[in-house]
């Protein structure tokens, strides 16, 4: 069965540095997002991409976040400064279509910063 | 601006009994529905959802779900669980007006089945 899936599985990073973290989505879906947990708290969403866009972003997604399709089949999110409060889950998703409300769930990059 | 409650942040229950995991949502407008769950170091897995028609939604693994407009709930019931429901299941909204498919989570439930 396809699924989405994530690298690296846990990334450890300095305060300031930059990261990306890659997603390999489901090769047929049109729409994807990033959603990140913090320790013991919610799932949250962070940004959708439909057409090489963003339809829509979060409080959260300020300008140290960008996200990227840079090939065709990864989908990436940077964070350029990172800080402390980012460390979290991220986890990536996409869907075939907004009309089912299916999306399938990646398993997630541990993002750590020291 | 919408939010779910989830009361229990953990459930343990023997194998083979009935279990019931809570969830409550708030919004100024109509919703959608889901619950999610998490196996250990796998992504988040639909398990069932809501859009429209019956209020009562089963998943092909025994666990169902009913809608309650009125009591604002969409609790997850199993009437005899398996070691193997053992993992962190997840409700969650989206608003139903289109055009915006985020889902809103609430802060998860371990389910833990002991034999």
């Known amino acids: 069965e396809p699924e989405v899936t994530q690298t690296p599985s846990h990334q450890v990073t300095q305060m300031g540095q930059e990261v990306i973290l890659r997603c390999v989505p489901i090769s047929n879906h049109l729409y994807f997002y990033w959603y990140r947990q913090i320790l013991g708290q919610k799932v949250e969403f962070l940004v959708s991409?439909?057409?090489?866009?963003?339809?829509?972003k979060s409080e959260i997604f300020d300008d140290q976040f960008s996200v990227e399709r840079p090939d065709g089949s990864n989908f990436t999110l940077k964070i350029r400064s990172t800080k402390l409060e980012d460390s979290a889950m991220y986890f990536c998703a996409s869907s075939w279509d907004l009309s089912s409300y299916e999306q399938y769930f990646g398993p997630g990059t541990r993002l750590t910063v020291t | 601006a919408q939010s779910v409650t989830q009361l229990d942040s953990q459930v343990p229950v023997f194998e083979e009994a009935p279990v019931e995991l809570r969830c409550n949502y708030s919004s100024s407008v109509s919703v959608y529905l889901f619950w999610y769950v998490q196996y250990p170091n796998q992504g988040l897995q639909l398990l069932l959802k809501y859009l429209s028609g019956s209020t009562l939604v089963e998943s092909i693994n025994g666990f169902e779900a009913e809608f309650n407009k009125s009591q604002t709930s969409f609790h997850l019931r199993k009437p005899s669980v398996h070691i193997s429901d053992t993992a962190e299941y997840f409700c969650?909204?989206?608003?139903?007006?289109?055009?915006?498919?985020?889902?809103?989570f609430g802060k998860g439930t371990k389910l833990t089945v002991n034999p």
């Open positions: 969650a909204v989206s608003d139903n007006r289109g055009g915006s498919e985020k889902l809103v």
């Open positions: 991409f439909y057409n090489n866009e963003i339809s829509e």
